[in-house]
């Protein structure tokens, strides 16, 4: 038996049936997007209600403020995106990461004196700290981390480095290359490096490991130590703690 | 001494090597310059032979196994000399005098004390002024005579004091 081709009325019924599907399908998601705006609503309620009864551990705990970052982050809110709207009025999260902002900017510049505009995370935070007074809240690494990404929207001044397991923020504008930060992450044990450690452990070729050492004698990140022996040494202030709180 | 309180630098082994880099040697010189200065005020030394301070403890960190060529003490002596902080005795450098307070401050420094001892209108000898009793305790107490003769000139400038000379020894009058 030979096919008929489909006639008009069933060509005609395909698209009735299939403008039903559509209208269907609308209906889905409309049914669907509202219960979704209202799951919403509710979990920005509770996520409300949990800020402002823990806005006091927010704002005093540093561990717990960590944890509620992330918290945040996984589901897609950024507190500090904004300082005007409900996280800053709620929470003063905001606030507390520009007023640390700024605090970290006046650390930075009054010890690039000494290391050059580069400063290990810690003693960043010891003086932080001191500047805030006694009597303010603990500040953790995270914190500063954070506070130090906002501040790249004012521009390139700021950036972090990672070396080893912990973090050197640099203050003056100024790339340094990734062998940059390798040679800072050689320094860091002893505090110092010669050439030879990195043509040695690194393999590198004597030429980029002159290279990479004088650019940062010529931008002042680095002291040249003549008296260490067969081969000049080169030294990283910004690698020694200095366990004074001032800022000089 | 070991009461001294030595800047993070003096530990820091390229302290001791004059650096290349322009800016960073001005910070090194810089402190350098104070550095000698606070030692020489903590120890209460107003001259400096440079022969002998290449193997004090001020340019020679015998710890660290690290000190300033004479070249290099020779650029802080006279990046001290360009900042009015030193003269040197003669020309051939071999010791100079470190003035760790101007002289005018050193004057004023007198000029308050013989008020207070109302010492006025009349003569004492400048042993007396510095090595004397009345004078222990108070920080120009064993001033350099080189010194005290520059202070006191400061004070004759303002008409406060007039040094004179007699029987071979010198005093001065306060007014």
Redesign the interface.
Known sequence: MSRRPAGIAAIKNKSLAQAKYKDKGNEIADNQFAQMGKQMELFKGNLEDFATKHRDDIRKDPEFRLQFQEMCASIGVDPLASSKGFWAEMLGVGDFYYELGIQIVEVCMATS??N?GLIGIEELRRKVEASRGRNSQAISIDDLLRAIKKLKILGNGFSVHKVGGSFLVQSVPGELTLDHTVVLQQAQEKG?VTKSDLVNLLSWEEERAKRALDFM??E?LA??????GNEH???F?SL?P?F?NSLN | MADFDWPWQYKFPPFFTIQPNIETRKKQLEAWCSLVLEYQRHSKQYGLDVTEAQSSELFYNKQLNRKLSLDAIYTVLEELRKRGNLTWKDKTRKSCTLIWRTYAEWGKMIYNWVVAKSMMNTVCTLYELTSGEDSEGQEFHGLDKDVLIQALRTLEAERKAELMEFDGSEGVKFF
């Open positions: 004196k000494r050059g110092n004698v010529k002042g002291w040249v130590d003549h008296q260490s040494s080169f030294w202030p020694i200095d004074s």
